[in-house]
């Protein structure tokens, strides 16, 4: 059986958690899309972690982690964050990369930067991991699969291509030092070197793993508002965070994904540039929130920027829940607004004087305004509660209220970081 475990939002929804929680009952964690340019947040008895590249079955001995074909691979991350878990005394993970993932390569990094430089203000807010540069190359053709590392004929064909591409930019565009094939090369011997271990045929160890009744975790990165299609573009990611594209980044069979949890946080948050529509306006009030938000605050776990805050949005989760075809949702980091005395919540957009309940394509987005009905807060902490029935009354109104604006069903609330703070409906 394979279930998914994906964002509803922008990302930061508190996945790392959840997918932690329910890797204990799975065979196999996979990364399907994505690079090291978000980070999951994961609390257990071994500490706090940060994972960027990992599958976060790492910390579960009997749990095989995947890299797969659709992630962006960034090897020396991949190996830099293995030792970083097994320096805390995380036993050394089973790991498998696709033979046919891509690789992440230094230029891709340099050119994110360069770009973001070249825009200035008008940046993307990107984290400058690379991520845009390497899909751009991946569907032009100019990519590096794992595979090719151990084929120099390979190797040597496409770095002159790639030369020829990337030094004409450097020299003309960016005016940055050039790219040296020898350099380049050696690098990817490195990279070889590195990853051999591990390298396997992932469509075909799933295909087994299936016939087996093995249980698979498929592990989104990000949300459906970052999605390249369905998400805010252009301010979007460069790969696809939904769920269904799980099927094409991991090479299983779309029809083997039977359940997918659509993970949505209590509150908004959301990083770099675009619109935002139930973003809060009072910096004092947002900085509250901000201050109080996840575990130790709401800051990017890659870059450590501080997020951008919001009221819940019923309008962008509902879409974000359509998308990822949610069989059910996990309502996250619920605790938090213990706080508040009352409780905004975004149940529609208004756009040319019309109010409407269904998310709008980006043009539209612009001109949106929220439509806010305030709530009664709970005021008091609501940690360590184990049942549905005895959290408080304002608390399971909030909750039934959201659940009745997204039309799927809250299967489980989070209300604390550690993986037992979770309240099963
Ligand atoms: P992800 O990228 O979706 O995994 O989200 P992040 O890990 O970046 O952000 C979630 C943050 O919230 C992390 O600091 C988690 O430890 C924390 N967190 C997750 N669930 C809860 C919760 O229910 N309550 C609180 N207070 N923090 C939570």
Redesign the pocket.
């Known amino acids: 059986m394979v279930r998914a475990v994906v964002?509803a939002n922008w990302?930061?929804?508190?996945?790392?958690?959840i997918?932690d929680m329910l890797a204990e009952k799975a065979d196999i964690v996979i990364r399907f899309q994505g690079g090291a340019n978000?980070?999951?947040?994961?609390?257990n008895n071994y500490g706090?972690f940060?994972l960027h590249t990992l599958p976060s079955g790492v910390f579960h001995q009997n749990i095989m982690n995947i890299i797969g074909n659709g992630m962006a691979l960034d090897i020396p991350k991949l190996f830099k964050e293995i030792k970083d878990i097994e320096s805390k005394g995380v036993p050394s993970p089973q790991l498998m990369i696709s033979d046919r993932a891509q690789v992440v390569m230094p230029y891709h990094i340099a050119f994110d930067e360069y770009e973001e430089e070249r825009l200035g203000k008008a940046s993307f807010g990107s984290t400058k991991s690379g991520i845009a540069p390497f899909y751009s190359d991946k569907y032009a053709k100019i990519g590096i699969q794992v595979c090719e590392l151990f084929d120099d004929d390979v190797l040597n064909e496409r770095l002159d291509k790639i030369l020829v591409l990337k030094n004409s930019i450097l020299q003309n565009l960016y005016k940055k030092p050039l790219l040296k094939k020898e350099e380049l090369l050696s690098t990817l011997h490195e990279y070889r070197d590195m990853v051999k271990p591990y390298v396997g045929d992932v469509s075909l160890y799933l295909h087994d793993a299936l016939r087996e009744g093995k249980d698979i975790l498929l592990e989104g990165?990000?949300?459906t508002m970052k999605d390249t299609d369905h998400g805010i573009y252009p301010m979007v990611t460069s790969s696809s965070t939904l769920a269904a594209y799980g099927a094409v980044g991991a090479g299983i069979p779309p029809y083997e994904i039977k359940e997918i949890v659509a993970?949505t946080k209590a509150y908004s948050s959301a990083v770099g540039a675009g619109d935002f529509v139930s973003e809060i306006d009072d910096e004092d009030v947002a900085d509250e929130l901000r201050k109080r938000?996840?575990?130790?605050g709401e800051y990017g776990?890659t870059t450590g920027r501080p997020r951008r805050m919001g009221w819940y949005d019923c309008v962008a989760s509902k879409y974000g829940c359509r998308l990822q075809g949610a069989t059910e949702v996990v309502l996250?980091?619920?605790?938090?607004l213990g706080y508040l005395d009352e409780i905004p919540v975004c149940t529609a957009y208004e756009i040319d004087g019309e109010k409407t309940e269904n998310f709008p394509v980006t043009p539209l987005l612009h001109k949106a305004k929220p439509v806010y009905e305030t709530l009664p807060g709970w005021k008091c902490d609501i940690r360590g509660i184990k049942k549905f029935d005895d959290l408080p009354e304002n608390c399971r109104k909030y909750i039934k209220f959201i659940e009745y604006h997204l039309g799927y069903p809250i299967t489980m609330i989070?209300?604390?970081?550690g993986r037992e703070?979770i309240i099963l409906r």
């Open positions: 964002g990302g930061d929804e508190g996945k790392g958690k997918t978000a980070g999951h947040t994961i609390v706090k940060a990165q990000l949300g993970v938000g996840g575990d130790g776990a996250t980091v619920l605790d938090v989070s209300n604390g970081p703070d």
